[in-house]
């Protein structure tokens, strides 16, 4: 039986829960770019997962983005503990005129390194500054360091885009099962 997260506060209510290898990802969520992206970062990790999540969206949709990353980010972490993995993952991502490279270590550390400028605020009727949030929440709960990094951009949803396939893409290698330890320390995440 699958482990199910969540996270409840008086401004969201989340659940998330990995599918069996071959299912597809559901997400019910108020924020379509959301569920967008997250369906991108699931599909291109080939992690099938669920996402059940509410929130004050009439407020903006800072708060269920941000603890959706949160709770991803400690699904993920758990993920990380079940074995030896080859730990590292890179990618350069490119999507029509945007470039993004992609370069993350399951370190037991959790951190974000960002050098992406989106250059509009919005997609649609989502704050890009918000994908940044996602990535901190996500990075910090996981333990994972990551680096972010646009190489070129042709516009914010190409970006966002980017971002999220090219984690996903990432994530896939650095998962990958390592007949080594993927520390000499001794200790995993």
């Known amino acids: 039986m ?5 996270r409840h506060s008086l401004e969201t209510h989340i659940a998330f829960e990995f599918l069996p290898p071959g299912e597809k990802t559901r997400l019910e969520c108020p924020c379509g770019f959301l569920s967008h992206m997250i369906e991108l970062f699931l599909h291109h990790a080939d992690i099938p997962g669920y996402l059940s999540a509410s929130g004050d969206t009439e407020v903006d949709a800072h708060h269920l983005v941000e603890d959706v990353g949160i709770l ?7 993920l990380f503990r079940k074995g030896p993995c080859e730990r590292y993952g890179s990618i350069a991502l490119p999507m029509d005129g945007t470039l993004v490279l992609v370069a993350l270590d399951i370190s037991g550390r959790g951190g974000l390194t960002w050098n992406a400028a989106f250059p509009t605020s919005r997609c649609g009727d989502f704050d890009t500054e918000l994908v940044r949030e996602f990535w901190t929440a996500f990075s910090r709960e ?28 990432a994530l896939k290698t650095a998962l990958a099962p390592s007949t080594t330890e993927s520390s000499t320390k001794g200790i995993w995440v």
Not at 2 to 6: F, G, I, N, P
Not at 72 to 78: K, M, S
Not at 150 to 158: G, I, Y
């Open 142 to 169: 996981a333990r994972l360091t990551l680096h972010l990094h646009a190489l070129a951009v042709d516009n914010s949803h190409h970006l966002a885009e980017a971002i999220f396939k090219g984690v996903g893409r």
């Open 2 to 6: 699958t482990k199910r997260y969540e």
């Open 72 to 78: 991803i980010g400690a699904a993920f972490l758990d």
